[in-house]
């Protein structure tokens, strides 16, 4: 073992009162690099009791480097002493002098220790704490007292040898190796580290802390390997001294990735194989091929021997002499090292020149298209060398005809597999047929293809003449006339027409098989409900009979027109029936007005400062040429409910007084500013604009009439806003008086009569809306009610709720609907069945009523062959029985058996809110007493209503 010491033992003790110091140490001298790992001392307790004790490790600085853990020292003398070991924590130091020694527990008893005369020892007292350790700074020397010391140290391993590599699978490779340890360099830990081509690293895979004192062999599986690399192992040891060198296996591989897109492809009469290289570790590639003389039917068997190998990164191969017409390659990878191949990868099948087939799918192919425009054959290249087409050639006829020596389209050189023809190369009328051959890389062409027919007709047209684009519609419904014309007089087969609305958001669409002849017309009427004032396009498209459609054709229109007046519905209750009244009211379309003035007076130039509101006339005078006199009448109409109607006409009439005055002419000005008839003077008078309206010769009679249309006209459309009331002014200077009014004559009012446009439709009839407890709304009758009418519903809900509204529907057709109205009812003890027409025909039934309700649903059995008991299947639909059992008053059982036996629907209704279609079987009368039958019947739902 590598010791090394500072004394062999010696011979004599002269301690001089060594044992009163607490540190004691001698020199010893480290060859080489190393790691220490074990103190040595000799020494005993000094006479009686114990002394604990720490070995120590000093540089020659006397710094303290190391220590060991406490030991007991035995009892002794300077004859009698003991060696010590103790292991330190390894210390790595370099080559030179250190100090070992030993302290002790300064409270403790002294120690002896061996010295010699040969060297020299060190002591120290040290007042430190146990089991602290200073420094030997400040040491006493004892010359030719030296302390027995030493130390064991090993040096860093030696590196493995024999080591290598060997295959297992691609997965697993297994690393072997010798270890070269001894106990002077042990093996303390050893290394195993990887590289590979792909990440060019190394990387540590595998670790054994085993302590190894001695040769040996050792070994490791490497599970963690992948196909498609090659990798290279080092190994090495490590104890406190170091690291060995690393010892190197030799490369290793795994089986290379099998290459990807293999193609042949035809170059002349050679074939290139290419591949995509997706190995890291090939040596090279080797092709194999077989070949066909059938289209692949048939194929001959792999030649791996023809075509060499290629080396490392070679990623083509060209076959200069292929077998057969038809030929296929394999390509794979292959690695030498350990013999390694990938999978072979297959090309696709690469066809030599030869002729192609006929063409197929030649369009058109009884079809038809119009002869003026330029019309594309197109047509199908059916290669069987794979190569596109080169050349083509079309020859037609008009069929019953020949074709001409030479084809229309002789050779032409093109890819594409289509030909368009200018228009007018065809003549309208005629049925023509035709063929195609094409020509691939192979000199000959194919042959001619089956032959395809067209018929060439002129387009028909389809002119949309209601609705037009310059009126406004006036139906909610749209009824959509064209004219059909075709040039050969085809006649129409079918039309496509569209309805948009204004964001050309299709609405509705008709495509009908609809037969017109030319110079005819056609109609189509669209199911949507047009809105009114809306903007929609409709567009038209229609079909000959040959097939041909028109180009297509619009019309954009907007809607106008009136809905009805909203009807107004009130409700009644029969108890008697458990019905209920509807009365619908449609109020009447009203357009004629009349509006008696509000105010009404005049003023008078010659008394400027009088007001004549009271004096019962009104007086009209222009004498400016005789005098000053200026008479106006002043009248003010309320026209604020106009605003926004279109005005027809508006007369102003009023009555006179006393006999005309021949001569006066006057005119209609209106107010602009306020005024009140209680206080107005000539003097205070209100603004006058200066338009005449109506200004005209007065004619006798008993009134006077104005046109004031247009005045009404621009109050309504808001051209005027400032508008107080009218004045009438004589525009005559003759010196006439005409007296209008006399507020003693009833009913001779200054009035306005003013006629309005409809606002409204008439309502041509009714339709009656019921919902029941909230369920879905539905018809209570499909007969039209008139208007102004009163309904009965003889089937309401008499335990329940039951809601209303009328729809007003007009001739255009257009609606309007009422507001609703419900009517909660609750009949307490009632049962009704209902029939007849509209279930006008009911039996109440009273007295002591005794129901049991089931709930099940509809059950079919099927027989199955093979099975021994049939199959029971459960429908959807869920049947809901009552057995039913009542009074029928003696008056009530005719009535009642005339439902029975009735040939229509029967409806059952009672106070719990039950109301459905119902079937009444296995129904009797037995007779209770003389007023009334004892009534039993099983019913059945038919269906549910009200969504109960």
């Given at each position: ?374 019309k594309e054959f197109l047509w199908n290249h059916n290669p069987t060398d794979n190569t596109d087409q080169t050349q083509f050639s079309l020859q037609y006829k008009v069929s019953g005809g020949s074709y001409p020596g030479t084809p229309q389209v002789d050779e032409e050189v093109q890819t594409e597999e289509s030909y368009e023809f200018a228009g007018s190369t065809f003549t309208n009328g005629n049925t023509y047929v035709y063929q195609v051959k094409t020509w691939g890389e192979y000199a000959t062409g194919s042959d001619w293809s089956d032959e395809a027919t067209f018929k060439c007709v002129t387009r028909p047209v389809g002119t949309i003449t209601d609705p037009s684009a310059v009126a406004n519609y006036n139906y909610s419904e749209l009824t959509v006339e064209w004219t059909y014309t075709q040039a050969e007089s085809e006649d129409q087969k079918t039309y496509l027409c569209n309805l ?449």
């Amino acid at each position: 073992m590598p010791w090394v010491t500072s004394n062999s033992g010696g011979s004599g003790y002269a301690w001089s009162g060594l044992n009163t110091y607490n540190q004691h140490a001698a020199k010893i001298t480290l060859p080489s690099s190393c790691a220490v790992i074990t103190l040595r001392v000799v020494a005993a307790g000094y006479n009686t009791g114990t002394v604990n004790a720490r070995c120590a490790l000093w540089n020659v600085g006397g710094s303290a480097l190391a220590q060991s853990s406490t030991f007991s020292m035995a009892d002794g003398s300077e004859s009698t002493q003991y060696t010590y070991e103790r292991s330190i924590t390894p210390e790595v130091l370099s080559s030179g002098d250190y100090w070992v020694g030993l302290y002790r527990d300064p409270s403790e008893s002294h120690i002896f220790q061996t010295t010699s005369g040969s060297g020299d020892g060190y002591r120290k007292t040290n007042t430190s704490g146990f089991p602290s350790i200073s420094t030997m700074s400040g040491y006493n020397t004892d010359s030719n007292d030296e302390p027995t010391v030493g130390a064991f140290y090993i040096v860093a391993p030696s590196a493995p040898n024999s080591q290598s590599v060997s295959r297992n699978s691609d997965t697993s490779q297994t690393v072997s190796w010798n270890r070269t340890a001894s106990s002077d360099d042990p093996y303390y830990t050893q290394y195993v580290e990887r590289w590979d081509n792909v990440t060019g690293s190394w990387y540590v895979i595998y670790t054994n802390t085993s302590d190894y004192t001695s040769t040996g062999s050792n070994s490791y599986t490497d599970t963690t390997t992948v196909a498609n690399r090659y990798y290279r192992y080092r190994i090495r040891a490590w104890n406190n001294a170091g690291y060995s060198s690393y010892a190197y296996t030799d490369y290793i591989n795994t089986t290379p990735a099998a290459p990807s897109n293999v193609v042949g492809t035809r170059s002349g009469s050679s074939i290139i194989i290419t591949w995509t290289d997706n190995s890291t570790n090939e040596d090279g590639f080797q092709i194999a091929r077989r070949g066909s003389n059938d289209g692949g039917d048939t194929w001959s068997s792999w030649d791996y021997a023809t075509l060499s190998d290629v080396g490392i990164g070679v990623t083509t191969k060209t076959d200069t002499s292929p077998s057969h017409s038809t030929m296929q390659y394999a390509v794979r990878a292959k690695e030498t090292a350990q013999t390694l191949y990938s999978s072979y990868v297959w090309s696709n099948e690469v066809v030599v020149l030869s002729a192609p087939d006929a063409p197929t799918g030649l369009s058109p192919d009884g079809g038809v298209f119009e002869a003026s425009e330029a019309k594309e054959f197109l047509w199908n290249h059916n290669p069987t060398d794979n190569t596109d087409q080169t050349q083509f050639s079309l020859q037609y006829k008009v069929s019953g005809g020949s074709y001409p020596g030479t084809p229309q389209v002789d050779e032409e050189v093109q890819t594409e597999e289509s030909y368009e023809f200018a228009g007018s190369t065809f003549t309208n009328g005629n049925t023509y047929v035709y063929q195609v051959k094409t020509w691939g890389e192979y000199a000959t062409g194919s042959d001619w293809s089956d032959e395809a027919t067209f018929k060439c007709v002129t387009r028909p047209v389809g002119t949309i003449t209601d609705p037009s684009a310059v009126a406004n519609y006036n139906y909610s419904e749209l009824t959509v006339e064209w004219t059909y014309t075709q040039a050969e007089s085809e006649d129409q087969k079918t039309y496509l027409c569209n309805l948009y609305d204004s964001g050309d958001s299709l609405l509705e669409s008709k495509q009908v098989n609809s037969v017109v002849t030319s110079g005819s017309s056609g109609t189509c009427t669209f199911t949507t409900a047009l809105e009114n004032e809306t903007n929609y396009k409709v567009t038209l498209q229609v079909q000959e009979d040959n097939g041909l459609w028109s180009t297509e054709t619009e019309v954009e229109f907007t809607t106008e027109f009136l809905q009805p007046t909203k009807p107004s519905i009130s409700l009644a209750l029969n108890e008697d029936s458990g019905s209920i009244d509807i009365t619908i009211t449609n109020p009447e379309v009203v357009t004629e007005y009349q509006q008696d003035s509000t105010q009404d007076t005049y003023i008078d130039n010659d008394n400027s400062t009088t007001n004549y509101n009271d004096n019962g006339q009104l007086q009209l005078e222009d004498d400016t040429t005789g005098g000053t006199t200026i008479k106006r009448i002043l009248l003010d109409f309320d026209l604020s409910s106009f605003i926004g109607k279109t005005i027809v006409d508006a007369q102003l009439t009023l009555f006179r007084k006393t006999a005309l005055t021949p001569g006066i002419n006057s005119a209609v000005n209106y107010i602009t500013t306020s005024w009140d008839e209680t206080t107005v003077t000539h003097g205070t008078a209100p603004t006058l604009d200066g338009t005449d309206y109506d200004d005209h010769t007065h004619a006798a009679g008993d009134s006077e009439s104005w046109d004031v249309t247009d005045l009404v006209t621009d109050v309504a459309d808001e051209t005027i806003t400032d508008y107080e009331g009218m004045a009438i002014v004589a525009t005559t200077t003759d010196g006439s008086t005409d007296e209008f009014y006399d507020s003693t004559i009833t009913d001779n009012e200054p009035a306005l009569l003013i006629e309005i446009a409809p606002e409204n439709a008439d309502t041509d009839h009714n339709l009656l809306y019921r919902s029941v407890n909230g369920g879905d709304w539905e018809l209570v009758t499909s007969e039209e009610i008139p208007p102004n009418t009163t309904v009965t519903d003889y089937i309401p809900n008499i335990g329940g709720n039951n809601n209303y509204y009328a729809q007003a529907v007009s001739d255009t057709p257009s609606t309007n609907n009422s507001y609703e109205s419900d009517l909660d009812v609750e009949m307490v003890g009632m049962f009704f069945i209902n029939g007849g027409n509209g279930f006008e025909d009911y039996v109440r039934l009273v007295g002591d009523i005794s129901i049991s309700e089931a709930i099940n649903r509809s059950e079919t059995i099927k027989q199955f062959a093979g099975r021994t008991y049939p199959v029971k299947y459960q429908g959807n639909s869920k049947v809901q029985q009552l057995s039913f059992s009542a009074d029928c008053p003696i008056t009530k059982y005719d009535d009642l058996v005339d439902i029975l036996e009735s040939i229509g629907d029967i409806f059952y209704r009672d106070w719990r809110g039950r109301w459905f279609y119902a079937l009444l079987s296995g129904s009797k009368f037995d007779k209770k007493d003389n007023l009334a039958y004892q009534f039993s019947t099983n019913i059945t739902r038919l269906n549910n209503n009200n969504g109960s």
